[in-house]
């Protein structure tokens, strides 16, 4: 049963933005992530925000990429800013981490939605 469900994918060029959003039923006062990965490759975290609303990056979006959420829409949203094709990826929410930061990895998440596709052209 899926329970998180992403939108706002889609193709740009380098520069360019896009905000994702997450509508996440009874989760979004949780800690929730986003997490991308890229065709052959590890999948990887972007952003966390906690129940208090403290949030943590990955270096290579800090700066560029901001995880918010509103809870009274059950929506989490990861605004996207200066693109780059190595953003390339399918990007993942996710939902009732224990541990709400990047480093800690997708594995301590227990709730996923099914991803929507990010494609940064030069």
């Known amino acids: 049963q899926v329970q998180l469900v992403e939108s706002g994918g889609g193709s740009v060029q380098a520069g360019g933005s896009l905000r994702l959003s997450c509508v996440a039923p009874?989760?979004?006062?949780?800690?929730m992530g986003w997490f991308r990965q890229a065709p052959g490759k590890e999948r990887e975290g972007v952003a966390t925000?906690?129940?208090?609303?403290?949030?943590n990056y990955a270096a290579s979006v800090k700066g560029r990429f901001t995880i918010s959420k509103d809870n009274a829409k059950n929506t989490l949203y990861l605004q996207m800013l200066n693109l780059k094709p190595d953003d390339t990826a399918t990007y993942y929410c996710?939902?009732?981490?224990?541990?709400?930061?990047?480093?800690?990895?997708?594995?301590?998440?227990?709730?996923w939605g099914q991803g929507t596709q990010v494609t940064v052209s030069s």
């Open positions: 996710a939902a009732e981490g224990w541990d709400c930061t990047v480093a800690a990895g997708g594995d301590n998440f227990g709730y």
């Open positions: 009874g989760h979004s006062r949780n800690c």
């Open positions: 925000i906690d129940s208090d609303g403290s949030t």
